[in-house]
Nanobody, 127 residues
Framework: VQLQASGGGLVQAGDSLRLSCVAS????????TGWFRQAPGKERDFVAA????????YYADSVKGRFTISRDNAKNTVYLQMNSLKPEDTAVYYC?????????????????????WGQGTQVTVSS
């Protein structure tokens, strides 16, 4: 599975952005998807995750109520809608998928269960 993240950019605090993650390769399988982010000098942190059926989502406390993860399986695409952006949201955002396929189960914030990673897209929020 290959993942391609896009949609990042430079915005002001309070603005919105929508990130996209397009999957290619073994897209006939049912893969959950997670979003992670990494700020300079910091570890990669979990942001949000969604199972393949889109019936379940999970968010980091820091983004709950501001970010929304969704997916369009017909387009092999997962989205991360980011509203009310803050300077502390500045980071490189990565999408990831686990090594196994499942319609309902997904690893949530467990980074060790994600095997496939996109190249990352930069989000910069100015104050």
């Amino acid at each position: 599975v290959q993942l391609q993240a896009s949609g990042g950019g430079l915005v002001q605090a309070g603005d919105s952005l929508r990130l996209s993650c397009v999957a290619s390769g073994r897209t006939s399988s049912n893969y959950a998807t997670g979003w992670f982010r990494q700020a300079p000098g910091k570890e990669r942190d979990f942001v949000a995750a969604i199972n393949w059926s889109a019936g379940s989502t999970y968010y980091a406390d820091s983004v709950k109520g501001r970010f929304t993860i969704s997916r369009d399986n017909a387009k092999n695409t997962v989205y991360l809608q980011m509203n009310s952006l803050k300077p502390e949201d500045t980071a490189v955002y990565y999408c990831a998928a686990p090594a196994y396929s499942s319609t309902y189960y997904y690893p949530r914030e467990n980074v060790n269960e994600y095997k496939y990673w996109g190249q990352g897209t930069q989000v910069t929020v100015s104050s």
